[in-house]
RNA sequence: GGUUCAGUAGCUCAGCUGGAUAGAGCAACGGCCUUCUAAGCCGUAGGUCGCAGGUUCGAAUCCUGCCUGAAUCACCA
């Protein structure tokens, strides 16, 4: 429609003014709420053909326009802007087109099908996954579906730090203090079990620093000196010489970890089609700086160690492997880019991480690039802000986290409370409404986090944060509930949506839907040009509230006139859908009723 | 100090490539359940869009400077 009014303009500054308009200039656009009309001609980019007055200019071409277009039933001028309302036949017209698309929504993309990566999760074995996690799988996962639905041949994959340090100090921990336990005997869930031990160490390695200072040390020399934390770096270098005792325990302790995450990700929903270790790839990224040594891409130092010099890119050097020939970060993921280039031969690779990290990726797709490899320009850092606590920053060193076991856990809870006490779903069987509450309480969550801007730092408040009011996930699920309701009821009295709809007159709010309905495509297309998609919650949220209230305005199934009576079942119908296909791509489903 | 990002109602957040009188929710106050689900609907109140300039018909949006906050600038991952 917009496309045919362009025209319409075009051809009426060509006829009233004699000048051709290029594209691009001519601005239509939906028009606001308080005024009267459907869409909007801004005239003021035109003004330079007429030479003439904002409000005379508009009108002469609503004149015009309205001549030619029988689409358009009237039209009005405030100040610069022309208004034009469309009749009924036309917004009819509209709808029939989105009926006939409603079973293939997936039309938001274009082109040709790229393979698409998105990593995203990335966590580190010796803790439990935590809220900023949560916020890291919940858009690594959406972005997956939404890009998916943009005609991307998408694989989700993450990549576990299985190796270093850390674990090391949660294996120490287990062997000292652990007395052969195990998840099992415990009945612990596995990643919680070994977060306990990585706990254990900081407290036992923390104490017996305070003790050497206590003695006289300073605060270097007590680290330098802490005996725990020289047999866990003994326990590291015995890891890497491939030492079978300290091997095993590394397995049988990650395993756990992994029974742990998995349970977590089923939860939360989440899954991949490939997951990378970073033991894995470690070797292979060693393999890649020495050949760029070899080409003198890269340089090394006196001591051996083997650096990058960035500064004519505007950054410092950065070291690529220690002295001892040990692997950084950099050098594991320069391995895991290219061994994913070779599983996949990606087109776009997009790395969610936060935005801690920017440097280090800015330096990641530079180096790659530096070494030759062409794909290079399609990796992107997906960055998005942390997520900050009432008391500042999340710490996990101090224990300042949320968990995302106990947070899912209270949502559901919560969603069950909240229902019970509303007097919801009285008479439903018991498992049913465990499926339900879950679908509440996560839908609650996801919403919560996804509605925001992934750039932006965002607060969370345990207590305060998470509703069930308002724009929140639960509110799209109720609209949604409410539809089915209507639909199943209306399939009960055996009463049919119909698509003849001459004769029925359309009032405001089944235009507002409408035009909101026909922004789908339009705002799924951006969530994956921008990746952001925040842009799909809060237009949901819209559309949920504007179908709420028509459904408060108006009747449906008691609605005399059949025809309208059958439109409106179908504009629910159509509605339902678009609603239930957008929360799709949060990652959030969607219960019959609740 | 360099770089990057952010600053919108008491709080949490929207505001599309510059467009009309800046929008929701929460919290506060007042209405609405005999009618397809009240997790809802309607109303009241709440704003110098960090500050100052600039660009133009027009700026929360673009440019410059400043203020404030965050992240980063590691032989941690």
């Not at 009237?74 to 087109?97: H, I, M, P, R, Y």
């Amino acid at each position: 429609m917009e496309k045919i009014i362009e025209q319409n303009v075009a051809c009426a500054v060509k006829d009233l003014y004699g000048s051709d308009v290029e594209t691009g200039v001519l601005q239509i656009q939906e028009t606001r709420k308080d005024f009267e009309g459907d869409l909007t001609v801004v005239v003021f980019p035109l003004l330079r053909f007429s030479g003439k007055s904002p409000e005379q200019t508009a009108a002469e071409i609503g004149e015009y326009i309205t001549g030619i277009n029988p689409g358009i039933e009237s039209c009005s001028v405030v100040k610069g802007f022309l208004n034009l309302s469309l009749g009924n036949s036309a917004w009819l017209a509209e709808f029939d087109k989105l009926v006939s698309e409603k079973d293939s929504l997936r039309q938001a993309g274009r082109g040709e099908q790229q393979v698409t990566l998105v990593e995203y999760s990335s966590p580190n074995t010796n803790k439990p996954l935590h809220l900023g996690h949560i916020r890291n799988n919940l858009l690594g996962f959406s972005l997956s579906r939404i890009l998916s639905e943009c005609g991307h041949k998408v694989f989700k994959t993450n990549i576990v730090n299985d190796r270093g340090i850390h674990i090391c100090k949660s294996m120490l921990a287990w062997k000292l203090f652990g007395d052969g336990k195990t998840p099992e005997t415990t009945g612990m869930k596995g990643d919680h079990f070994v977060g306990k031990y990585y706990v254990e160490f900081e407290n036992a390695c923390s104490k017996e620093i305070r003790e050497l200072t206590d003695r006289g040390m300073t605060p270097g020399e007590a680290a330098a000196g802490s005996k725990m934390m020289s047999e866990a770096r003994e326990m590291l270098r015995r890891w890497e010489a491939g030492d079978p005792e300290t091997v095993g325990l590394w397995k049988m302790m990650n395993s756990w970890v992994y029974e742990g995450f998995e349970e977590t990700y089923r939860a939360l929903g989440v899954d991949f089609d490939r997951i990378y270790y970073e033991s894995d790839t470690y070797k292979l990224g060693r393999d890649i700086v020495n050949t760029g040594l070899e080409k003198g891409i890269f340089r090394r130092k006196e001591d051996g160690s083997v650096w990058v010099d960035l500064t004519s890119d505007n950054l410092d050097e950065k070291l690529l492997l220690r002295a001892d020939g040990t692997a950084v970060y950099m050098t594991q993921d320069l391995g895991t880019a290219v061994e994913r280039y070779n599983d996949y031969r990606f087109d776009n690779q997009y790395y969610v991480v936060g935005n801690e990290q920017n440097y280090h990726f800015q330096v990641l797709k530079l180096i790659l690039e530096k070494l030759g490899y062409e794909w290079a320009g399609g990796i992107y850092h997906f960055s998005y802000g942390m997520v900050n606590l009432p008391e500042g920053k999340m710490k996990s060193r101090e224990g300042k986290v949320v968990d995302a076991d106990d947070l899912i856990n209270t949502m559901i809870k919560t969603a069950r409370e909240m229902s019970e006490e509303l007097g919801k779903l009285g008479d439903y069987p018991e498992e049913e409404k465990d499926g339900i509450y879950s679908r509440i309480g996560l839908g609650a969550l996801k919403y919560f986090i996804l509605k925001v801007d992934p750039r932006k730092n965002m607060l969370f408040d345990p207590r305060e944060s998470i509703d069930f009011n308002g724009n929140t996930g639960p509110f799209v699920q109720y609209t949604y509930t409410r539809i089915r309701s209507v639909l199943r009821k209306a399939e009960e009295m055996e009463v049919k949506s119909s698509h003849d709809f001459r004769s029925i007159k359309l009032n405001g709010k089944e235009k507002d839907i409408l035009r909101l309905l026909r922004r789908y495509h339009r705002v799924v297309r951006e969530a994956a040009d921008e990746l952001n998609p925040s842009y799909i919650a809060n237009y949901i949220y819209e559309l949920s509230r504007e179908f709420n209230q028509f459904y408060h305005d108006y009747t449906i199934l008691g609605e005399k006139d059949e025809s309208l009576r059958g439109f409106r079942i179908a504009l629910s119908d159509l509605t339902g859908r678009v609603i239930k296909r957008a929360m799709w791509l949060l990652g959030i489903e969607m219960p019959e009723r609740m």
